[in-house]
């Protein structure tokens, strides 16, 4: 008997690399805000300093403490302008708990090590700082809980030291920016500042498969160009999939973190209507108890009470 043709199953084709890298990984926000002349233009569109940034140089990563005994910070990128200032540019993938106190933390030490770069006048330091910019682009919100409408009316915080009470600039030495990449929900046909462009290039170029008319400015070009995986040797490549998948990973670690916290909160709402339900349950069997007493008790006292009503009848009628 002869046997039927097997149909030859075809195996499923491996899922196929973006067109662009990630610009959220380690990699792949080194590799293109790593370039001067990218950093520049987006640094001018986010900062908006008076004149704008002509020129940068990239400082060490590491900054060190005061003190042996003070911790080391690791930054993302560090510039300095040809005026001086100080910027820190970092991209945050994972909530962390006092991330706003992390933020202080960092760009303060870019203003004390100026205490040993610092102008020496009479022997003593002058005290003149050059501002520092904090610049953090988020994959999270600091408010964890917002409606639709709320989520999507703000994605760019610029902070400064104000007076309270008349809210005039008390220094622009500090200066704190804040990119929230999950409330900035525009469209290409909706964007009408530059920095906004570089936002939505951030969050989506690699889910684009070509580069959009409305990005057809030249330094945009540079960055599809620095960023199309095709043109990445193979040690690149390979870099950049390890970047990817270590992002990846810890975002997955900080799921399966959420969710355990969030099942162990059910959990424990479980428990607590359990003991309520328990306690409403005994609560009420104490009551059915004491109301049996009573009822025992009022019983009693009417058998006592007959039995001393029936002795009299009996003492009366000698029936003893």
């Given amino acids: 008997m002869a046997q039927k043709a097997v149909k030859s199953q075809k195996k499923p084709k491996k899922q196929d690399l973006s067109v662009y890298i990630n610009l959220q990984t380690d990699f792949g926000f080194k590799r293109v805000f790593g370039i001067k002349e990218v950093m520049l233009n987006f640094l001018n569109a986010a900062l908006e300093i008076p004149g704008g940034i002509a020129d940068l140089t990239y400082s060490n990563v590491e900054i060190l403490g005061l003190t042996k005994e003070d911790r080391k910070a690791f930054y993302d990128l560090i510039c300095v302008t040809g005026n001086g200032e100080r910027i820190i540019v970092e991209i945050q993938n994972i909530r962390q708990d006092h991330f706003k106190d992390r933020i202080l933390f960092y760009a303060s030490l870019l203003i004390q090590e100026q205490n040993v770069q610092g102008r020496i006048v009479d022997d003593e330091w002058d005290f003149v700082l050059y501002p520092v910019y904090s610049v953090n682009i988020l994959q999270f919100c600091f408010k964890k809980y917002m409606t639709k409408k709320e989520k999507f009316e ?20 500090l200066n704190i920016v804040c990119i929230e990449l999950p409330r900035f929900g525009k469209k290409l046909k909706e964007e009408k500042t530059f920095l906004e ?26 960055v599809f160009g620095i960023a199309k995986i095709a043109q990445m040797s193979k040690e690149e490549i390979s870099r950049y999939l390890k970047s990817l998948s270590d992002m990846n990973a810890v975002k997955n670690q900080f799921k399966r973190m959420s969710d355990t916290i969030a099942d162990a909160k059910n959990t424990i709402a479980e428990q607590v209507n359990t003991i309520a339900t328990v306690t409403i349950e005994r609560d009420n069997a104490w009551n059915e108890r004491d109301n049996a007493f009573a009822t025992v008790a009022t019983v009693t006292t009417e058998r006592d009470n007959a039995l001393k009503e029936l002795k009299i009848l009996k003492q009366r009628f000698g029936l003893n």
């Fill in 154 to 173: 703000k994605y760019l915080s610029y902070i400064q030291l104000m007076d309270k009470n008349t809210n005039e600039l008390f220094s622009d030495k």
């Fill in 197 to 222: 462009q570089w936002v939505y290039l951030i969050k989506n170029m690699h889910k684009l498969k070509d580069m959009p008319e409305e990005l057809k400015a030249e330094i945009f070009e540079t």
